[in-house]
């Protein structure tokens, strides 16, 4: 530690909010370079190439093959996939010298379809699974938390190519379980929830979260293993009702009513029946507009009174088309939209496409807007009185509904998403037209799974999950070294005893840090629980009396033990004897 | 092989000249993506990373520290120092969503002098040597022989930081040290020679040029051990000569004499005096421009008439300012140059900047232009009739010119760049502020040494000088796999045969490629001397007879050796027994 490149800092960096970012920051392992790109020190370099050797060998495990692509690549892919446009300003773009358009790799999906479109012909070549760990770019709206959102992060990202569903089926799979061994591998407490597959199309797909609660991610799961982003949640639909005898709609004047609370209030303060904020239908107008479009479009959002929209929710059905609230301008423009009243009957008058809540079925009757301020109407009824264009999952997600699968209902959590696998199917292949020859000479189209690790946020993950008041506690897979030995004094003798144990520990096979520092034994001590080495070997005045003791950083714990058999002993239980 | 992500080409690709670009993309080991922009497939990524791994260890055995910077940079550093705008078009430039700027690092000086200021303050702390191995980006003009000089490439660079000249001289000296112990590892015949430093600034500065004769680097040699690349050769000063007693100049009339030819032959014609091309004093004009400098400048090139203007050593010596030919409007709004019949006159009337070949010294006399069509001076004494504003190395260099060490003449070869070494000093200290407390607690300003190894290139650099009519010939420190197990033949026998050699290898722990494809085994022995794997193990139809074939792939070497011992016998040929 007198030579190596590293100046633990007392006091907390002023950006910093979560636990790992300020520890990270701290204990020397990365430094800010600018808004959500970072260096990486010794230490963090060293963490960072040891979970990057646990995906490797795992990937490798399960017959994935490595190759690397370029993180500066040429446009014409995206544009084929109309992604150079979809991704919008998360996408770098640039230029090079002859004006030719050129983007930082965000993920690689069109390179890697090309790559075996270009290598691979026949159906006997097929299946194949590919993968890269490469520094990947995403100008992110707001990089936050140090290395657990980038803009500039490593990432391991396979690919499979199967000719057949079954054959996508059995590749998700196997990749599912390599992943479980390598977030096991890594000591993560995570869980795996039903997700939605973005902007990337495709079918089923799964996300593994890291439990944190400082988590970006908030999911939900139920007593019967359901689990799911909440973006993810399917609601059930009740089941559709007669509409024989039902009461037909009735318009009530329900003056200064245009929220859902004064309008239950006034109902009930009215007549006999009994409104809860469940028995309305309140309507949000929103816009959406398509990927490279120029106009937004007007868009109705019916969901059940007693329930807010949830924009992540409503963002995420939408995709990839972009979703904005109406400003004053929007209302002006469509004075049929009667703020706070406005109603499904307007929305249809008006050729304004209406989703709703699945709750929201055939039968149901509901308080919703008159389209005409001061105007509400009781008993419309879904299916007679008005007819959505479909539905749409929008509405929150709360603790205590009930669980989709049929068993008990949903708690919430949050979690940080350390991976990601879904089926792709055959969006890439049908862009760049990847096929394979049959046995009958006809062309199979290959269909494609998708499969990330977010191998520079792991680094943040692991410390998020494993730390403490005084710093860093790193599992012995990935810490930078696996012993660090504390020379507690400043004399010549316990400075030579801590190089010679140093040397049999490392004779052992063992990768030390050794503090050998001019510093006090408080410094180093405070020192050695911000870096987070598993074990410490402490060399100090016992090392007369032929002891020394050692510290395990995650229990606290501390022994005194025999200076003479020191380096068999902490081999011992470095490889977990 | 029946299943790697592997297919060899029988054709060159259309854009490749130099062998190593076409054999490695024939041979399955790199795909183009964009101009100067690669893949690298299963075979070539395994190179890489051998050889990537040769680098980091002699690196960590001298001591240096590995650290990573983002690729992705912001401006200000860059603006700091000028090199956003000195490196010109070569620099990726892009914004971010907010409009900030950034660049693609191309070499990385500015961020480790701002690392090592924000870890480091004491004397105590010194010296330190850092270095990354990461991907660079430089947008070449003319990018060329695949990634031999690509736009994205691996690099090593490193950077000393001392107290004093005499460390950075040891720091360089160490950097030589072990920039030799990874190019001998790595089977490289290359030259060290003395370089200039180009936009880096700074003073010593060493290039490791790997031999080629498809090389873009001219260097020369002598016999004595001189070496240099062509643009830092030193031309060495004759001796002045008194001008007592030196006759006078003359101007003569000189029709139709506006080439050295011609001049030189209307001289000898006329007089009883002898003349050759190399009494005559050549004037060339460029314009030169200061980095971020709007306007060009005249300057003046003197050089002796028997040689050229080497542009590319004239560019050098005027580094970081651009230098250009004039154009006929530059000679139409100068009417005092008289092309043709520019002389040292004109330019000193007319303050135009005049440097001369170190060649041409005090007491010399020259035939040279009298500013005036169809006349020359003759006897015009350099320190006498004219005195140039210095020297500049703009000369051609020949082979035969005598070695600058006193030793024999110069003999010219070419080379590829592998490493580059050189004392940046303290440019970059002083740009950022890097002092050290002195003991004194005096600040001490940091001196700086900059080094680098093109990883990536060195790739196609020893594919360039190990292959044959064939295909690629690896040294077995880089070969992508140890042994390759050719089974010549379609029958179960062989196969498995050949299965069990192949788990029998890697049980001895080498890395084994088994060709089990349903080809022909010609097809499979040309795939095997294209791939260029070291040693290939062949096994036919003397399998039954308890025979396989060995072949050294340099040699070209065939032995029949018995299949019983073939694993220890492979193994002991692999680790050099």
Redesign the interface.
């Known amino acids: 530690m007198s030579?190596?490149?590293?100046?633990t800092l007392r006091e907390d960096p002023a950006d910093a909010e979560v636990p790992s970012h300020k520890l990270l920051v701290r204990a020397?392992y990365v430094?800010r370079?600018?808004p959500g790109?970072?260096?990486?020190?010794?230490l963090g370099?060293k963490v960072l190439r040891r979970i990057e050797a646990v995906v490797r060998e795992e990937m490798d495990a399960m017959?994935a093959?490595?190759?690397?692509?370029?993180?500066?690549?040429?446009r014409e892919p995206y544009e084929t996939t109309n992604r150079w446009t979809e991704y919008g300003?998360?996408l770098?773009?640039?230029q090079?010298?002859k004006g030719?358009d050129?983007l930082?790799g965000p993920t690689h999906e069109e390179?890697f379809t090309l790559?075996v479109k270009?290598?691979?012909s026949s159906y006997k070549d097929f299946p194949?699974v590919?993968y890269q760990i490469q520094?990947k770019?995403r100008?992110e709206?707001r990089p936050r938390a140090g290395i657990l959102r980038g803009?500039?992060f490593l990432m391991k990202d396979s690919y499979s190519f199967d000719l057949s569903d079954d054959g996508l089926a059995e590749s998700y799979r196997r990749h599912r379980d390599t992943y479980v061994r390598i977030f096991d591998r890594l000591g993560l407490d995570y869980v795996i929830v039903a997700a939605t597959s973005g902007a990337m199309g495709g079918s089923a797909s799964e996300e593994f979260l890291a439990e944190s609660p400082t988590g970006e991610d908030t999911f939900v799961r139920g007593p019967g293993g359901y689990a799911a982003n909440v973006e993810a949640v399917t609601t059930p639909a009740p089941p559709a009702i007669p509409l024989d005898g039902l009461p037909a709609a009735q318009v009530h004047h329900t003056p200064d009513t245009p929220t859902i609370d004064t309008l239950v209030d006034f109902l009930n303060a009215a007549g006999e029946r009994r409104f809860t904020a469940a028995d309305t239908l309140k309507n949000v107008l929103v816009k959406t507009r398509a990927p490279g479009a120029k106009d937004w479009e007007l868009l109705g959002v019916g969901v059940p009174g007693d329930r807010e929209v949830d924009l992540k929710r409503l963002g995420a059905s939408l995709e990839p088309a972009e979703v904005a609230l109406l400003d004053e301008a929007d209302f002006a423009r469509n004075a049929f939209l009667v703020k706070g009243y406005i109603g499904p009957g307007a929305l249809a008058a008006n050729g304004v496409r209406y989703l709703v809540d699945p709750r929201i079925v055939t039968g149901t009757a509901w308080v919703t807007g008159a389209d005409k301020a001061d105007h509400h109407v009781v008993d419309l009824v879904c299916g007679r009185d008005f007819t959505p264009d479909g539905t749409i999952e929008a509405a929150e997600v709360r603790a205590g509904d009930p669980s989709p699968d049929g068993e008990g209902v949903l708690e919430a959590a949050r979690g940080i998403e350390i991976g990601h696998i879904f089926q792709l199917g055959r969006k890439y292949a049908d862009a760049f037209g990847l096929d394979a020859l049959g046995p009958d000479s006809k062309p199979v189209r290959i269909t494609m799974g998708s499969y990330g690790v977010g191998v520079s946020r792991l680094v943040a993950v692991i410390a998020e999950q494993s730390h403490d008041e005084h710093g860093l506690v790193w599992p012995r897979t990935v810490a930078p070294y696996d012993v660090h030995v504390v020379v507690a004094g400043k004399s010549a003798e316990l400075l030579a005893g801590g190089e010679e144990i140093a040397a049999e520990l490392e004779r052992q096979g063992l990768d030390v840090l050794l503090d050998d520092r001019k510093a006090s034994p408080g410094v180093k001590f405070a020192d050695a629980e911000l870096v987070g080495v598993p074990t410490i070997v402490v060399v100090g005045r016992g090392l007369a009396d032929g002891k020394v003791e050692l510290k395990d950083r995650a229990s606290g714990e501390r022994t005194e033990i025999a200076r003479a058999g020191v380096a068999e002993h902490v081999a011992g239980i470095v490889r977990g004897a």
């Open positions: 030579s190596l490149f590293l100046r020397g430094r370079v600018a790109v970072y260096s990486w020190l010794p370099l017959g093959q490595e190759i690397q692509f370029p993180a500066l690549l040429p300003p998360n770098f773009r640039l090079d010298r030719g050129y930082l390179l790559a270009g290598e691979y194949v590919l520094t770019y100008d709206e803009r500039e």
